[in-house]
């Protein structure tokens, strides 16, 4: 009798496998008796993500030593740091939460196939440490087929920082953390607004209108129209500003200036500090105090390691998860979300009390340390405001029921309201069980001139080539690969096509790369040029593609090879989502050859310029 094998390989292009079933670790493409592992979990997403987020929960509700990992880290103030960790962060721009998924979606395959032995082709170390524990414990046999590695090893300074010890890189992120922000502590913190007309808002410095910023008035994109709408209401505005170095604002001198010009005019436009301007040595002690409490608490929590295996799963996370353990507790992270939880602490103390707040949602760490210190110093209501779309796999957004509900010691700290910018967001949001009662519904500010837009049908204009709008990614891999795609899939074509890239602000695209698209630029903001096209190519990840799905675009959406569908647009039935060359080109001249009906643009966002649920929220400040 045949031995039964399942065969999982992370190569696409590698046949030298014939067995009965056959998986792939990366790439959408399905042939013969071979299957896609991000398919399958595209096709069972709901239940995945689910099982994801229980083992998030259930990890922080483990007991070792008696005590829940959670009462294990909280700190004196009572804030339990395991709710600023990577693990509970889940954000798959720094954690490797789609090979997380992954495994998950390989011990469902496995129990149910019920296979005699497990094959793995890879070079992948951490890959086969995982499958041959959870294969151990699911008592089927395992082998290895290794595969040679990738290219030798080459020096250069990052990868150098990458190889030394996590308290060390700790230390060198603190040491450049203080250089580049100590001349943020000259700003001005004094002018903030005191009574039941002021509100407080968390924003980033940047996605700022700069002529607008060196004539001294503060335009954020982030939060179109409601500056003039709090004006109008007698509201008086009090910042706290995330400062990054970015093209626009490249050191903190240029930081200061700006926020001095706005200042001046602070009646009209509004008191700005800076968060790291209240840094001093005082906070900095406090850091590497908290700092070496948190390492010895880690290596007293020597089997934590097992609590990485929940009771639901039978995969152990642990050897694909440590890195994010590690750089949590006693790495860079630890030292940057240390200082969050010292310098909200400390700005929010001086904070004039504050009937209302408000902050960019994204759920990053640092927005667990402002809820806690808002909380600790006695203001009013706090509301999040996710700023662009929610997506599916956007782990970020979702958490376990249990943990949303929970009422034990040491709770997450959470947001009292949810301000949620369209019915998609709220969808999103409910369908993963988070509670109604805490949603408000709130105008889109950065799509308000989508507004302009008015539903119906694109009208086609016949042309003898297809003008397509490429919407490229701020992770320069992704755009890279979505690019090559395009290049193989000119083979394809039947129809010639002009291609115009609109490159990502943190990511700009050299045309000389590929020179077989021919390619432009276009730097204009999208909203001016949206209907200079037929349809737009669009990255795996980017929000531009509802701009173009709004505008009555058709859109083609590549799926990345080594990730999930990260698209806002995912599951919309009139988007194309295409990961081979063949594909890519077919859906190109189809999409060209059919007429769009746009769709009603408050599907997607509520759009009223007039900003009613913003005023209807405002106008509730000091009513109680």
Request: hydrophobic share 40%; glycine share 6%.
């Given at each position: 009798?045949?031995?039964?094998?399942?065969?999982?390989?992370?190569?696409?292009?590698?046949?030298?496998?014939?067995?009965?079933?056959?998986?792939?670790?990366?790439?959408?493409?399905?042939?013969?008796?071979?299957?896609?592992?991000?398919?399958?979990?595209?096709?069972?997403?709901?239940?995945?993500?689910?099982?994801?987020?229980?083992?998030?929960?259930?990890?922080?509700?483990?007991?070792?030593?008696?005590?829940?990992?959670?009462?294990?880290?909280?700190?004196?103030?009572?804030?339990?740091?395991?709710?600023?960790?990577?693990?509970?962060?889940?954000?798959?721009?720094?954690?490797?939460?789609?090979?997380?998924?992954?495994?998950?979606?390989?011990?469902?395959?496995?129990?149910?196939?019920?296979?005699?032995?497990?094959?793995?082709?890879?070079?992948?170390?951490?890959?086969?440490?995982?499958?041959?524990?959870?294969?151990?414990?699911?008592?089927?046999?395992?082998?290895?087929?290794?595969?040679?590695?990738?290219?030798?090893?080459?020096?250069?300074?990052?990868?150098?920082?990458?190889?030394?010890?996590?308290?060390?890189?700790?230390?060198?992120?603190?040491?450049?953390?203080?250089?580049?922000?100590?001349?943020?502590?000259?700003?001005?913190?004094?002018?903030?607004?005191?009574?039941?007309?002021?509100?407080?808002?968390?924003?980033?410095?940047?996605?700022?209108?700069?002529?607008?910023?060196?004539?001294?008035?503060?335009?954020?994109?982030?939060?179109?129209?409601?500056?003039?709408?709090?004006?109008?209401?007698?509201?008086?505005?009090?910042?706290?500003?995330?400062?990054?170095?970015?093209?626009?604002?490249?050191?903190?001198?240029?930081?200061?200036?700006?926020?001095?010009?706005?200042?001046?005019?602070?009646?009209?436009?509004?008191?700005?500090?800076?968060?790291?301007?209240?840094?001093?040595?005082?906070?900095?002690?406090?850091?590497?105090?908290?700092?070496?409490?948190?390492?010895?608490?880690?290596?007293?929590?020597?089997?934590?390691?097992?609590?990485?295996?929940?009771?639901?799963?039978?995969?152990?996370?642990?050897?694909?998860?440590?890195?994010?353990?590690?750089?949590?507790?006693?790495?860079?992270?630890?030292?940057?979300?240390?200082?969050?939880?010292?310098?909200?602490?400390?700005?929010?103390?001086?904070?004039?009390?504050?009937?209302?707040?408000?902050?960019?949602?994204?759920?990053?760490?640092?927005?667990?340390?402002?809820?806690?210190?808002?909380?600790?110093?006695?203001?009013?209501?706090?509301?999040?405001?996710?700023?662009?779309?929610?997506?599916?796999?956007?782990?970020?957004?979702?958490?376990?029921?249990?943990?949303?509900?929970?009422?034990?010691?040491?709770?997450?700290?959470?947001?009292?309201?949810?301000?949620?910018?369209?019915?998609?967001?709220?969808?999103?949001?409910?369908?993963?069980?988070?509670?109604?009662?805490?949603?408000?519904?709130?105008?889109?500010?950065?799509?308000?001139?989508?507004?302009?837009?008015?539903?119906?049908?694109?009208?086609?204009?016949?042309?003898?080539?297809?003008?397509?709008?490429?919407?490229?990614?701020?992770?320069?891999?992704?755009?890279?690969?979505?690019?090559?795609?395009?290049?193989?899939?000119?083979?394809?074509?039947?129809?010639?096509?002009?291609?115009?890239?609109?490159?990502?602000?943190?990511?700009?695209?050299?045309?000389?790369?590929?020179?077989?698209?021919?390619?432009?630029?276009?730097m204009d903001h999208l909203g001016k040029i949206l209907y200079d096209f037929d349809l737009a190519y669009s990255s795996n990840k980017t929000s531009a593609?509802?701009?173009?799905?709004?505008?009555?675009?058709?859109?083609?959406?590549?799926?990345?090879?080594?990730?999930?569908?990260?698209?806002?647009?995912?599951?919309?039935?009139?988007?194309?989502?295409?990961?081979?060359?063949?594909?890519?080109?077919?859906?190109?001249?189809?999409?060209?050859?059919?007429?769009?009906?746009?769709?009603?643009?408050?599907?997607?966002?509520?759009?009223?310029?007039?900003?009613?649920?913003?005023?209807?929220?405002?106008?509730?400040?000091?009513?109680?």
């Open positions: 009798m045949t031995e039964r094998v399942l065969t999982l390989r992370d190569s696409p292009t590698d046949h030298s496998e014939h067995t009965e079933w056959i998986y792939t670790w990366n790439g959408y493409a399905e042939t013969g008796s071979t299957r896609s592992l991000l398919r399958y979990i595209e096709e069972h997403g709901e239940k995945l993500r689910s099982k994801y987020l229980a083992w998030v929960h259930d990890l922080g509700e483990s007991r070792i030593k008696g005590k829940r990992l959670i009462d294990h880290l909280t700190l004196e103030d009572g804030l339990s740091y395991w709710w600023m960790t990577l693990l509970v962060e889940k954000s798959v721009y720094k954690s490797p939460v789609y090979d997380a998924i992954r495994f998950i979606a390989i011990e469902e395959i496995v129990s149910d196939l019920k296979p005699a032995k497990l094959r793995l082709v890879s070079s992948n170390s951490v890959l086969s440490e995982t499958l041959g524990d959870l294969c151990k414990n699911l008592k089927i046999a395992y082998e290895w087929k290794r595969l040679p590695g990738n290219s030798p090893w080459q020096f250069n300074l990052r990868r150098l920082y990458r190889a030394l010890p996590h308290p060390a890189q700790a230390l060198v992120g603190l040491v450049r953390h203080i250089w580049g922000r100590w001349p943020l502590r000259k700003a001005e913190r004094a002018g903030w607004f005191g009574g039941d007309r002021s509100v407080f808002l968390c924003s980033y410095f940047f996605n700022m209108n700069p002529d607008l910023a060196e004539e001294g008035c503060f335009h954020s994109h982030y939060w179109e129209g409601l500056h003039d709408l709090m004006q109008k209401l007698g509201i008086s505005e009090n910042w706290l500003q995330h400062y990054y170095p970015h093209d626009v604002v490249p050191n903190p001198q240029v930081a200061m200036d700006w926020v001095q010009r706005f200042n001046q005019k602070r009646k009209e436009r509004g008191f700005h500090a800076f968060l790291d301007a209240y840094l001093s040595w005082g906070i900095i002690l406090s850091v590497l105090k908290r700092w070496f409490w948190l390492m010895r608490v880690s290596s007293d929590l020597g089997e934590v390691k097992h609590a990485f295996r929940s009771h639901e799963l039978g995969v152990l996370l642990w050897p694909l998860m440590r890195e994010d353990w590690y750089a949590s507790v006693c790495g860079l992270t630890a030292i940057n979300n240390l200082l969050f939880t010292e310098l909200f602490d400390r700005a929010l103390s001086d904070l004039p009390h504050q009937e209302m707040g408000f902050y960019l949602c994204e759920n990053h760490a640092w927005e667990r340390a402002l809820i806690h210190a808002w909380r600790k110093h006695g203001h009013g209501e706090l509301i999040a405001v996710p700023h662009s779309t929610v997506r599916f796999w956007d782990m970020r957004y979702f958490a376990d029921p249990r943990t949303i509900r929970s009422s034990n010691l040491y709770q997450q700290p959470r947001e009292d309201l949810v301000a949620l910018n369209g019915k998609a967001a709220v969808n999103c949001y409910l369908s993963a069980d988070y509670p109604k009662k805490n949603i408000v519904e709130c105008e889109a500010l950065r799509y308000g001139y989508l507004e302009k837009i008015k539903a119906g049908s694109q009208k086609k204009i016949r042309r003898e080539s297809i003008r397509v709008l490429i919407l490229g990614d701020y992770i320069s891999s992704d755009t890279s690969e979505m690019l090559q795609l395009l290049e193989e899939a000119q083979q394809y074509m039947t129809v010639s096509a002009t291609y115009t890239m609109k490159p990502h602000p943190n990511y700009r695209v050299n045309p000389e790369d590929y020179p077989s698209l021919n390619l432009e630029v276009a593609a509802v701009d173009a799905y709004i505008a009555g675009l058709q859109v083609v959406v590549t799926l990345n090879s080594a990730e999930l569908n990260f698209s806002p647009l995912r599951g919309r039935p009139d988007v194309s989502f295409v990961s081979t060359p063949e594909g890519l080109a077919e859906a190109l001249q189809m999409a060209h050859q059919n007429l769009v009906d746009r769709p009603d643009n408050n599907d997607f966002f509520f759009l009223d310029p007039e900003l009613p649920r913003w005023r209807k929220l405002l106008t509730s400040l000091g009513s109680t």
